[in-house]
């Protein structure tokens, strides 16, 4: 493959998900229609064929809330898509595109034509989000566009890139691997998580030797579905004292993180970090320790069954309603309840309320080491 056709294959933009573009470069590099892929750009292949098949209707609260966002800096926004019509058409309504082009036939550039001329744009005043080198970044640049490549969303992502590499070693394999050689592109980092990605008009980590944009930065793990919530109430939390806060998707992804870690759960991986830390707090099933760039906050509901008897549930539920005024004005911002009802299914969810409330208000600063008022804890 020569030069010249490898380069359709670089995209002028990598991030790890659509969040992480930088749009607002985008604006002001010209750029005033943003076309985005569905399938695993915005939600996840399987969950929208199952939700489509089953009549569930798409929602997309997270993606919705990109959009508005585009709209306001004054963006027009499309889908362009190999799905159906029918799942283009839910999804365009979900997010609030303007418009969208469903049965695309990407790599074709026909679509990408479509939108220039609805808009009355040229291809340099368009920019497309999408999760395929083969699909979305050579339609994309065939077309003349700027090309912004994300990784696959969903967690069928991981094992239908498998699928597709077995099934197109030709295609896909050889193309990344020619392009690493060249010096080209990069999908995966090696030395530094997060060395790979770039804005437009950058060039990725590895080949400048500029640190990973993610050193000095703190990433949360989330180790089970009960504490999802408050780990994005404290990546949200942290974001507002001007440090970047990210969730990462994989375990694997914590260790090579240059910055600082957080791992909020109860599962094996949590329990595991949690010996390699200085667990400084354990109180009715909560722990909280840090050492170093590790952080680890961990719920225990079973300890509550031990704890007083038997009574260990409504031990906690009293020392809840007793602490949570002391963080009202975090609670009442982030949603949180102020009192205690009893479900055992939702004890756990209380549990990590508290915890991360706690970890802020007396920990974090010190942990970022960063300058706070850090109280003593009881």
Same mark, same amino acid.
């Given at each position: 493959?020569?030069?010249?056709?490898? !380069?359709?294959?670089?995209?002028?933009?990598?991030? !790890?998900?659509?969040?992480?573009?930088? =749009? &607002?470069?985008?604006?002001?590099?010209?750029?005033?229609?943003?076309?985005f892929d569905l399938d695993k750009t915005v939600g996840s292949f399987i969950a929208n064929k199952v939700k489509i098949r089953a009549g569930i209707k798409l929602s997309y609260p997270e993606a919705k809330k990109l959009v508005d966002g585009l709209h306001e800096i004054g963006f027009k926004v499309a889908i362009i898509t190999n799905a159906k019509s029918k799942q283009a058409k839910q999804s365009a309504e979900a997010i609030g595109a303007d418009c969208f082009y469903a049965k695309a036939d990407k790599p074709s550039d026909k679509c990408f034509k479509k939108v220039m001329k609805e #808009? !009355?744009?040229?291809?340099?005043?368009?920019?497309?989000? %999408?999760?395929?080198?083969? &699909?979305?970044?050579?339609?994309?640049?065939?077309a003349g566009v700027i090309t912004c490549k994300v990784k696959g969303k969903g967690k069928d992502a991981k094992a239908e890139r498998a699928l597709k590499w077995v099934a197109h070693v030709e295609s896909h394999h050889r193309i990344r691997e020619e392009l690493a050689k060249n010096g080209m592109w990069r999908e995966h980092h090696k030395k530094a998580y997060g060395d790979q990605y770039y804005q437009l008009c950058e060039k990725p980590g590895y080949l400048t030797g500029k640190p990973s944009p993610d050193e000095g930065s703190v990433a949360i793990f989330?180790?089970?579905?009960?504490? &999802?919530?408050?780990?994005?109430?404290?990546?949200? #939390?942290?974001s507002a004292l001007g440090v970047r806060a990210i969730i990462l998707e994989n375990k694997e992804e914590v260790e090579p993180f240059p910055g600082k870690v957080i791992v909020i759960g109860h599962h094996d991986f949590a329990r595991e970090e949690l010996k390699k830390v200085h667990c400084f707090y354990e109180k009715y099933g909560m722990f909280i320790g840090f050492r170093d760039n590790l952080c680890v906050l961990m719920a225990s509901r079973s300890a509550l069954s031990s704890e007083n008897g038997g009574e260990g549930h409504r031990a906690f539920g009293k020392? =809840?309603?007793?602490?949570?005024?002391?963080?009202?004005?975090?609670?009442? &911002?982030? %949603?949180?309840p102020m009192t205690y009802e009893h479900n055992e299914k939702s004890t756990r969810r209380y549990q990590y309320d508290l915890i991360w409330l706690k970890f802020v208000k007396h920990s974090l600063a010190l942990f970022l080491d960063i300058e706070g008022e850090e109280d003593e804890e009881e």
């Open positions: 493959m020569t030069t010249e056709e490898l !380069k359709l294959y670089v995209p002028d933009v990598y991030q !790890k998900d659509i969040f992480n573009i930088d =749009y &607002k470069r985008l604006w002001e590099h010209g750029v005033r229609v943003v076309s #808009y !009355k744009i040229n291809p340099s005043q368009m920019a497309h989000v %999408g999760d395929s080198l083969t &699909k979305d970044v050579v339609g994309g640049n065939g989330v180790d089970g579905k009960s504490p &999802k919530k408050s780990a994005e109430n404290l990546r949200d #939390y942290i020392y =809840y309603n007793e602490t949570l005024p002391g963080f009202s004005d975090i609670a009442e &911002k982030y %949603g949180i």
